[in-house]
């Protein structure tokens, strides 16, 4: 079955700081994997997703993540967080060829001036 | 603009009262499905729909009704709601890249 694991329940960064979101998946054949960002009262708002090439994604607001396979990771990063970048971050993975997405459990991001 | 409008954005009833939150979307997606989202869970499926009146069990679909009866709704009936129903819902849909999420529907069952 798939399944994906956020193994930090909150992030704490300086601003200035680069941040990293740490995500881990196990799936059966390719994974298709995204990030999701959700502020306070606010829906998911899609950040990036890797399907298939280059292992460094480019997705919204500046953020990056890095696929690794021999690690089975996803993680997202940002060279140098801002405050406004204080949410709650979401990895997810596609099950199979329909829309299902399993989520992992949430990382609260909290970035300090 | 892309949308997936979920209506009501807040809801506290009572238990055993019957209610549906809606969902409709504006791009045509075929693939529409609502989740829950509960602390320390992350999100969970609820029910889905593959297209016109094609709907099936997620993960938590108890207490749960869907339908399909048009392509840009797919409403979430609760038909007796308890207090374990209390919860923060989310309707998505998508094609085949990435889902678009509503803004979320808090529900409060008392």
């Known amino acids: 079955a798939q399944s994906v694991a956020q193994p930090e329940d909150q992030v704490n960064v300086a601003e200035g700081n680069p941040l990293t979101v740490k995500c881990t998946y196990s799936?059966?054949?390719?994974?298709?994997l995204f990030w999701y960002v959700q502020y306070p009262n606010r829906g998911l708002q899609f950040l990036l997703k890797?399907?298939?090439?280059?292992?460094l994604v480019k997705g919204s607001y500046g953020f990056e993540a890095e696929f690794n396979k021999s690690q089975t990771s996803f993680h997202l990063k940002k060279p140098s967080a801002l405050v406004s970048d204080s949410a709650l971050y979401f990895c997810?993975?596609?099950?199979?060829?329909?829309?299902?997405?399993?989520f992992g459990q949430g990382t609260e991001l909290s970035v300090k001036p | 603009e892309a949308q997936v409008t979920q209506n009501p954005r807040y809801l506290i009833t009572v238990t055993g009262k019957k209610l549906t939150v809606t969902c409709s979307q504006n791009?045509?997606?075929?693939?529409m499905s609502w989740y829950r989202q509960d602390p320390g869970l992350g999100l969970r499926q609820i029910y889905y729909?593959?297209?016109?009146?094609?709907?099936d069990k997620g993960d938590v679909p108890e207490g749960y009704k869907v339908s399909r009866k048009e392509k840009r709704n797919f409403p979430l009936i609760l038909e007796s709601p308890s207090p374990n129903q209390t919860s923060l819902y989310f309707c998505?849909?998508?094609?085949?890249?990435?889902?678009?999420f509503g803004q979320g529907t808090r529900l409060t069952v008392v």
């Open positions: 729909s593959m297209n016109v009146e094609v709907t």
């Open positions: 998505a849909s998508s094609q085949r890249g990435e889902a678009f």
């Open positions: 799936v059966s054949g390719n994974p298709y």
């Open positions: 997810a993975v596609r099950d199979g060829w329909g829309g299902k997405l399993i």
């Open positions: 791009m045509n997606h075929e693939y």
């Open positions: 890797y399907i298939t090439g280059d292992n």
